[in-house]
């Protein structure tokens, strides 16, 4: 476990360091989850070796919502002062983005021509 640890971490460090020698303008840890991923699938043993301490990772992901909740609590009195309008702005900018993500969605579909699945048009006519 501790040297799959090492190699994710190891991934993340290189991730970091490429980030900011490039002035890349990705996160760091993004950049070594690519480097990860594309290391799996040139490398399917490498996936084999870490999927138990992945997957055990993923087994406790909500530990680590845990610093979030520490900065709420750490920030208490500016989301009292302010917390209206944070909850109003996350509120409008989640329904702009989905609205966003639809209207793309339809415009690509329209352009590519692409038509409802045959499935989807046989459930239709029953």
Request: net charge neutral; with cysteine; glycine share 10%.
């Given at each position: 476990?501790?040297q799959t640890l ?6 993340q460090?290189?991730?970091?360091v490429?980030?900011?020698a490039l002035?890349?303008p990705?996160?760091g840890?993004v ?7 594309t290391a799996c ?6 996936a ?20 979030a ?13 302010h917390?209206i ?12 983005a989905i ?11 329209r352009m590519?021509?692409?038509e ?5 048009k ?5």
């Amino acid at each position: 476990m501790i040297q799959t640890l090492a190699i994710i971490l190891g991934f993340q460090l290189t991730g970091e360091v490429a980030s900011r020698a490039l002035n890349l303008p990705l996160p760091g840890p993004v950049v070594g989850l690519i480097l990860l991923v594309t290391a799996c699938i040139l490398r399917p043993p490498l996936a084999e070796a870490i999927r138990p301490t992945t997957t055990g990772l993923l087994s406790h992901l909500s530990l680590f919502f845990v610093p979030a909740g520490v900065g709420i609590v750490a920030h208490w009195d500016l989301l009292k002062a302010h917390g209206i309008g944070l909850a109003v702005a996350l509120m409008a900018s989640t329904l702009l983005a989905i609205s966003a993500g639809a209207w793309a969605f339809t415009a690509v579909a329209r352009m590519t021509g692409s038509e409802e699945p045959q499935a989807l048009k046989d459930q239709g006519r029953e």
